[in-house]
């Protein structure tokens, strides 16, 4: 791989400085203006000035990429996805509008379990045919590295399946993918009337088998109504943690269980959703190092009024993290520029705000912060470029993929045809 010089950003956010970002300093980022970066073998060289880093001896051979004035940054660390599933729900969609309840969708049969039935009767194959297309409109948006959770199988067999389409798929493409592990997304229509037998299944069956396999690097329980209870969850994730899978949880996002504290008891590396958080759930959650990786994707998709108290958070100095939560029933898009602006508009996050979380401290809650989600010197060359004239405008035109360059590890993965 040849040495690259990348020259042309008006504005270069490096986001590089400590991980996770907390409270004023989610917002006070380096921009370094006409900014260059050396990029040697997929990993960041040098960054600075385009007049600092030419000068450099590795940079007089280099072949140069000009990016022509564009805004660039880190690629965005998506750490929450739930990137396989066979085909959407937009019926669904359609009866929410008129106003059926997602819970009452779920009772009568659609919902989670709806994916379920369909995913059990796919192909890997098939599987991984949507999976491509999904990764490839990631990339086109700016997105580098996510990360990608199980939960549509809800059999051992289903579940091992979507995680080997996962490995095969990290292999296939040039995106980075985390593995997480959430068998415990609902009861299964087999196990109805019967959790605490669901419950010990995945503890001492299925987590044992999938750790030592190395099929997943995470565990995730979503512990909120309807789905498991904090000690259910809380039994889970130490079978996990007891086998080397680090804790995730879906927490709080449509009542307040407590499963933000049971987070932080366990040490988890984010505790996701939080919209029903209570104000000590909020202390708890400052005074920790689990990162609050919010999801406004999934209140707009719903319809819902109420999002995560993002600017609480923030202000009491809780690392929060941005992420898509992609996935057919209640946030369908792959765009974190489109996450950005629902950050700005509905969680009233600054754009700076909103970078940070979903780059640094999207890779600090995936634990993948010492190699992606800023431009500096020794980590992977993920890097996106902006046809902007300000990185502010990015979340300001809504719904607009603002993205012309995508470089994963030194190498473009995507840009953008010129008219």
Known sequence: MPDLLIT?????????????????????????????????????????????????????????????????????????????????????????????????????????????????????????????VHLRQMAEHGTTTLEAKTGYGLDFSSEVKTLEVVR?????????????????????????????????????????????????????????????TVHQTARILMAGLVCGLTPRLHADQMMRTGAARLAVRVQAASADHLDKVNAGDIRALADSKVACTLLPGCSFHLGLKHYAPARALIDAGAAVALATDFNPGTSPTPNMQMILSLACSALRMTPAEAIAAATINGAYALRRHSRVGSLEVGKFADIAAFDVDDYREIPYYFGVNHCSLVMKRGSVIFEKAEN
Request: with cysteine.
């Open 168 to 228: 095969e798929l990290r292999l296939e493409q040039r995106l980075d993918i985390a593995t997480t592990f959430l068998g415990a997304h609902v009861v299964p229509p087999e196990y109805k009337g019967r959790t605490e037998d669901f419950v010990d299944l995945v503890a001492r069956i299925w987590i044992p088998y999938i750790a030592q396999t190395g099929l997943a690097q995470f565990c995730d329980v979503f512990c909120d109504r309807g789905a498991f």
């Open 8 to 132: 042309g950003c008006s504005q270069l956010l490096t986001l590089r400085g400590p991980a996770p970002r907390r409270g004023r300093e989610l917002r006070d980022f380096e921009i370094i203006r006409d900014g260059a970066l050396l990029v040697r073998e997929g990993e960041i060289h040098a960054v600075g000035t385009r007049k600092n880093v030419e000068r450099l001896r590795h940079s007089r051979r280099a072949k140069k990429i000009d990016l022509g004035g564009r805004v660039v940054l880190p690629g965005f660390v998506d750490s929450h996805t739930h990137l396989i599933f066979p085909e959407s729900r937009a019926a669904e969609y359609e009866k929410g509008i008129a106003g059926v309840s997602y819970e009452k969708i779920a009772k009568s049969g659609g919902g989670i379990l709806s994916s379920v039935r369909k995913l059990r009767r796919m192909s890997p194959d098939e599987l991984k045919v949507r999976a491509h």
